[in-house]
């Protein structure tokens, strides 16, 4: 059954995108409940007699134990309805903000497995689907930063640079030959949820050089094996990646590529950090994250451009 067009959501569709602040902290107790609906719309109620249910249950809640280590759901149960109430206690009152975020990822990567054997009872692919649109919904109307793309959990910094540059880039690192550079990009996403800073700005120098590597390897233009971002950058604007006659007016862009995410990896993600290593703002890694995403836009644009036109 489809969201209803309630006047609620209505009336937060005719506000402009920005008006709301997301706040990525806390689970939202009306999110809770709104994800044990979706839950039950996968899964079914687990009532008496639905054995389908009750097992899919059953294997989703010892899934989400083992892998979040959750004394709660580990015991062993005579009753299989106490596997529901056990997951909608957890999801319900867990002040555990990652593991409910965990859940979610979880939850669709069991559905993901176990749709093959659901085909045959009803359409289960479009069921997923709407799940993680309703999903998607729910935590907008929260102002809950997070939303799940492209079958993982990613962190909301802002409506503007989800649009216009978090989601486009995610969109072109979709095409297979930009493989390496997407698992980066991604990699560094996931450091972040983890307030892993520094991996994170690591991960983002990778998927910037990885950017880099690929455009070249696509091109046949050698770089040695060492090649830092600096070099493979000169390497790119040296055979004319970027449009002509531009040489004067880009010579600051050029030296912003060079000196952005590459010198902040070099400045805080490591090179010999010696005996105390400072602690990082979580800004910084947002930071990092956002730079990475304008700049693999840019370069990806650059190279389409370059691509059509040789």
Request: with cysteine.
């Amino acid at each position: 059954m489809g969201l209803a067009n309630t006047y609620s959501r209505r009336l937060r569709a005719s506000q402009p995108d920005g008006v709301d602040v997301y706040q990525y902290d806390e689970v939202p107790d009306k999110i809770r409940v709104q994800i044990v609906g979706i839950v039950i719309d996968l899964l079914g109620d687990c009532s008496f007699g639905n054995q389908h249910s009750q097992l899919l249950w059953q294997n989703l809640s010892q899934y989400v134990a083992r892998d979040g280590g959750i004394k709660s759901l580990q015991q062993h149960e005579i009753n299989s309805y106490k596997f529901r109430k056990n997951l909608e206690n957890y999801i319900e009152e867990s002040a555990d903000l990652y593991g409910i975020l965990d859940f979610c990822d979880l939850l669709f990567i069991y559905t993901e497995k176990v749709k093959d054997i659901l085909t045959s009872y009803y359409s289960y692919e479009k069921k997923i689907n709407q799940a993680i649109e309703e999903l998607n919904t729910y935590f907008k109307e929260s102002s809950f930063g997070y939303e799940y793309n492209n079958n993982q959990m990613i962190r909301i910094d802002s409506q503007h640079i989800h649009k216009e540059v978090i989601k486009p880039v995610l969109q072109l690192l979709g095409d297979e030959r930009f493989k390496k550079v997407d698992e980066e990009y991604r990699l560094a996403h996931e450091h972040y949820r983890n307030k892993h800073i520094k991996d994170c700005i690591v991960a983002c120098n990778r998927s910037f050089e990885s950017m880099l590597k690929t455009i070249c390897d696509l091109e046949r233009w050698e770089y040695a094996s060492g090649a830092r971002a600096s070099d493979l950058i000169t390497l790119v604007r040296k055979n004319d990646l970027f449009l002509d006659g531009m040489a004067n007016n880009f010579n600051s862009f050029v030296v912003m590529l060079k000196n952005g995410v590459p010198a902040l990896r070099n400045d805080h993600g490591g090179h010999g950090e010696g005996s105390v290593a400072a602690e990082q703002p979580l800004y910084m890694a947002q930071y990092m994250l956002n730079l990475t995403a304008s700049n693999l836009l840019f370069l990806h644009e650059a190279w389409n451009k370059y691509s059509l036109n040789k």
